[in-house]
């Protein structure tokens, strides 16, 4: 497949995926910023906001799960490039330092989110 094919432009506030959506594809930012939020609304809360190099939807591509959160275009003209499953497990099986590049974010995710989970069970 083409690489053209798999970029997609966004204007500032186009959701790219919603939370609870099914998807099998991971996302590199190219150009612009992507919000990653829970909720809708009034209620919504913007859990981290993404730019240039930085990726998104590893979660579903990894497990199959539906979706933790919504990814909506946060600048104009954001660049997304996507990237399917099989792509994917290509590029993990044949690219040790790919593979250490998610691993490394995923622990430094999931180590904020310990944190928050944490500041909140303390402030109770």
Do not use: W
């Amino acid at each position: 497949m083409a690489i053209e094919k798999c970029i997609n432009e966004y204007d500032v506030g186009h959701v790219i995926f919603e939370e609870g959506s099914t998807g099998r594809e991971l996302f590199v930012v190219l150009d612009g910023q992507v919000e990653i939020a829970r909720g809708s609304g009034a209620s919504k809360t913007v859990i981290v906001t993404l730019g240039k190099g930085e990726f998104f939807g590893e979660m579903a591509v990894i497990d199959g799960s539906s979706r933790s959160a919504t990814a909506i275009a946060a600048a104009p003209h954001t660049r997304v490039m996507r990237i399917n499953h099989a792509r994917f497990v290509y590029l993990v099986s044949q690219q040790p330092a790919f593979a250490l590049m998610i691993m490394d974010a995923l622990s430094k995710r999931l180590r904020v989110s310990n944190e928050r989970t944490f500041r909140a069970a303390a402030n109770l």
